[in-house]
């Protein structure tokens, strides 16, 4: 879900959906969703008889780290958050896939507990698939709920000069200024 709601902010800031975009969508997030999973479980598999002794301090520290984050995040201006672009290069969508797909890593870790490699192989793929799927419709509903948008944004950027001299004529005789 969180790689579908990138994809639709993504598709709200471009002008049209190429289908090479739509396929970069696919493959970053998809890609992601199905590489984490594979180093969670790698990972678990590994360093899990060294950890399970305070592995419940590592689940503490990251929590916090990511809620430290969150509410450091939430007092920032609103330049620093709305940088999304409408450009598909890896600088802009490695970041995008890594952070979509953190949590794909922790179901990687619990996979080593529940299935047999077969199935594990069968619902990465899975994984990667939907989301792939989910991120390029995404592409495509952000660009349909992002044209009548822009356009409402530009008839009220263009009433906006003759709107603001009513309202300062308004404002004059003591009435409210009211927003259309």
């Known amino acids: 879900m969180d790689a579908f709601a990138v994809s639709i902010g993504k598709g709200l800031t471009v002008s049209r959906v190429r289908v090479q975009d739509a396929v970069k969508s696919t493959l970053w997030f998809g890609g992601f969703q199905m590489l984490f999973p594979i180093l969670g479980y790698f990972a678990a598999s590994t360093f899990?008889?060294?950890?399970?002794?305070?592995?419940?301090?590592?689940?503490?520290?990251?929590?916090?780290?990511?809620?430290?984050?969150?509410?450091?995040?939430?007092?920032?201006?609103?330049?620093?958050?709305?940088?999304?672009?409408?450009?598909?290069?890896?600088?802009?969508?490695?970041?995008l896939a890594v952070a979509c797909s953190i949590d794909a890593f922790a179901v990687g870790v619990s996979l080593i507990f529940m299935f047999t490699k077969a199935h594990m192989a069968f619902a990465i793929l899975s994984i990667g698939v939907v989301t792939g799927l989910f991120s390029a419709a995404g592409l495509y509903i952000g660009r349909a709920f992002g044209s009548p948008l822009a356009e409402a944004g530009a008839d009220r950027r263009r009433r906006g000069a003759d709107s603001t001299r009513h309202q300062s004529a308004i404002g004059a005789f003591g009435r409210y200024r009211v927003l259309i």
Not at 51 to 72: E, K, P, R, S
Not at 80 to 91: L, P, R
């Open 48 to 95: 899990s008889k060294y950890v399970t002794q305070f592995d419940h301090w590592i689940i503490f520290a990251l929590l916090v780290f990511i809620g430290g984050n969150m509410v450091h995040e939430a007092f920032e201006e609103d330049e620093e958050n709305s940088k999304e672009t409408a450009q598909f290069d890896w600088k802009h969508m490695l970041p």
